[in-house]
Each structure stands twice: as C-alpha cells, then as structure tokens.
C-alpha cells in the first residue's frame, strides 16, 4: 500500500508559479513511479508527468516547456513547480503512483485525494 497526500494549490495570477508537494508512504517506494494527472472542470483527468526512482521523467506536451517534477528519494517526496502557468492549468491536481510504467502513464495505483489549483486571467 501506498499513501499519497498533496498540497500547494491554491490561487495563482496567470503567468506566475506555483510548486505542490506530494508526500508518499509506504512500503518499497524505490520501485513504484510516482507523478502527476490533473482534472479540468467538465473533463476528464489526464496525465501531466511522471518521475522514476532514478529520476527519469516523461511530460505532456502541453506542460513539456512550463512545469518541472522533481523526486526527493530520502523524504519520499515529489514535487510539481509550475512556471508561467495559463488559465487553462486550472484543475484538480492528483499525485499518483504505480509500479509499472505503463500503469504510470495511463491508469496508476494509487492516487491522492487532490489539490485545487486555479489560475485567475
């Protein structure tokens, strides 16, 4: 079992940044793939990015130039820093986890409860 807590939303100005947190528990943490989907109002949840143990990522391209993760193995944290983010990016963030990396991209274990993010125009 794993456990996921975000946090870090909150209101943020169109263009400005932003980092969240997400904090995991568990056991064998070195072997699962841990990152971030988020949900907009009215769609459906999508994958932002994921991070390895070893620290090998993979983004969407809509956030590829703008948001960087970041894994911090010895807290068993993860982070999300986003940059110049857009009205757009406002959703509910979900830190995730799985052990397979294709479980990561598209369906993962285990997920947080979410954190509001939204960018005010």
């Known amino acids: 079992q794993v456990q996921l807590v975000e946090s870090g939303g909150g209101l943020v100005q169109d263009g400005g940044s932003l980092r969240l947190s997400c904090a995991a528990s568990?056991?064998?943490?070195?072997?699962?793939?841990m990152g971030w989907f988020r949900q907009a109002p009215g769609k459906e949840r999508e994958f932002v990015v994921a991070?390895?143990?070893?620290?090998?990522?993979r983004y969407a391209d809509s956030v590829k130039a703008r948001f960087v993760v970041s894994r911090d193995n010895a807290k068993n944290m993860v982070y999300l820093q986003k940059n110049s983010v857009k009205p757009e990016d406002t959703a509910v963030y979900y830190c995730?986890?799985?052990?397979?990396?294709?479980?990561?991209?598209?369906?993962?274990?285990?997920w947080g409860q979410g954190t509001q993010v939204t960018v005010s125009s």
């Open positions: 995730a986890a799985a052990i397979e990396f294709g479980n990561m991209l598209t369906t993962p274990t285990y």
């Open positions: 568990g056991r064998a943490l070195n072997t699962y793939f």
């Open positions: 991070v390895a143990w070893n620290g090998g990522t």
